[in-house]
């Protein structure tokens, strides 16, 4: 059976003060670490005839996160960005731009379930979902 390859990069804004990715195939933990600079992430999975689900989930997040003003206006906040997201080399930026990536997260617990876009960067704990078919190059073709 063939693999796919995915890759992408991941980086926070604050690395001293980092906060948590996960990334997970099908419910399977295929990357999990403090993200304390950039790094690229890459896994191979089988390449099958099936609907897959990636997740990103982004944890550890609280108000020592958050810089704040005395007025408390923010002035700086932990984030996470995930870029170069790709398939087997295929940067998939343009079909997530269009068709952006559903995130969903409640402001660290601060506010009501929000479902939202994703457009590269992540500042809540949440989840960020990519729902994708094999074999890639067909749903690469059909989302191009």
């Known amino acids: 059976m063939d693999k796919v390859t995915f890759s992408c990069v991941v980086?926070?804004?604050?690395?001293?003060?980092p906060i948590n990715l996960q990334i997970l195939l099908d419910d399977v933990v295929m990357f999990n670490k403090i993200i304390t600079a950039e790094e690229t992430v890459s896994f191979d999975f089988a390449q099958d005839e099936t609907n897959h689900i990636l997740?990103?989930?982004?944890?550890?997040k609280d108000n020592s996160h958050i810089v704040r003003d005395e007025q408390d206006n923010v002035l700086d906040s932990t984030e996470l960005s995930i870029t170069n997201i790709s398939f087997n080399d295929t940067d998939i930026t343009d079909i997530i731009t269009v068709s952006p990536l559903i995130y969903k997260h409640n402001y660290n617990g601060n506010g009501e379930n929000v479902i939202g876009k994703?457009?590269?960067?992540a500042g809540c704990n949440g989840e960020i979902t990519l729902n994708f078919?094999?074999?890639i190059y067909l749903w690469l073709l059909e989302n191009m």
Do not use: C, E, K, V
């Open 133 to 135: 078919t094999t074999p």
């Open 11 to 17: 980086n926070t804004n604050i690395p001293t003060n």
């Open 55 to 60: 997740r990103f989930l982004i944890s550890g």
């Open 118 to 121: 994703f457009y590269g960067i």
